[in-house]
T-cell receptor, first 114, second 112 residues
């Protein structure tokens, strides 16, 4: 079964530092998403990315966040200056052409901001 | 903005019995409704979905029921197995955005 791979699995960073979370989606697909889950809370939409452009972003996705597909395969989420409240699990999702919207999620990156 | 709600944070059932997980939504524009299962330190795994034009979809031990007039859906697991113990998220999507809106999740524990 095709997989979405995320690295690193855990990232600890100091407040104010930049972090880059990486995702390798299922190849040759066009729709990608980033979600996050703060501990004990629901999974929240951050941003959708279609054909190398942002198609929609949530209120959470402010100027500190950016997404790129720098080399046509990896898909990155960058947080420019991390805050304590950015601590969460970040999930990449691949729509993979699913007609039933059963997106494939990666196993996530646990970001801890100290 | 709680467009998708799961009011029960936890549910405990005996192995072999039925598990019923519930979900309510407010947005009439949703086209599809989904259930995801999540283990700790893993991403959500797609379980089953239902189109807004249907009222039931079945896949093995899993059945999802949709009541559009009540804006309510439920997931039935029969028979429940200890391996079903996980957090279950209800999600909804409208086809014009494609983004999933998740509920808060229900932790299911199936006791042997």
């Amino acid at each position: 079964e095709p997989e979405v791979t995320q690295t690193p699995s855990h990232q600890v960073t100091q407040m104010g530092q930049e972090v880059i979370l990486r995702c390798v989606p299922i190849s040759n697909h066009l729709y990608f998403y980033w979600y996050r889950q703060i501990l004990g809370q629901k999974v929240e939409f951050l941003v959708s990315f279609y054909n190398n452009e942002i198609s929609e972003k949530s209120e959470i996705f402010d100027d500190q966040f950016s997404v790129e597909r720098p080399d046509g395969s990896n898909f990155t989420l960058k947080i420019r200056s991390t805050k304590l409240e950015d601590s969460a699990m970040y999930f990449c999702a691949d729509r993979a052409g699913a007609a039933n919207y059963g997106y494939t999620f990666g196993s996530g990156t646990r970001l801890t901001v100290v | 903005d709680q467009q998708v709600k799961q009011n029960s944070p936890s549910l405990s059932v005996q192995e072999g019995r039925i598990s019923i997980l519930n979900c309510d939504y407010t947005n009439s524009m949703f086209d599809y409704f989904l259930w995801y299962k999540k283990y700790p330190a893993e991403g959500p795994t797609f379980l089953i979905s239902i189109s807004s034009i249907k009222d039931k979809n079945e896949d093995g031990r899993f059945t999802v029921f949709l009541n559009k007039s009540a804006k309510h859906l439920s997931l039935h697991i029969v028979p429940s197995q200890p391996g079903d113990s996980a957090v279950y998220f209800c999600a909804a999507v409208s086809s014009n955005t494609g983004k999933l809106i998740f509920g808060q999740g229900t932790t299911l524990q199936v006791k042997p």
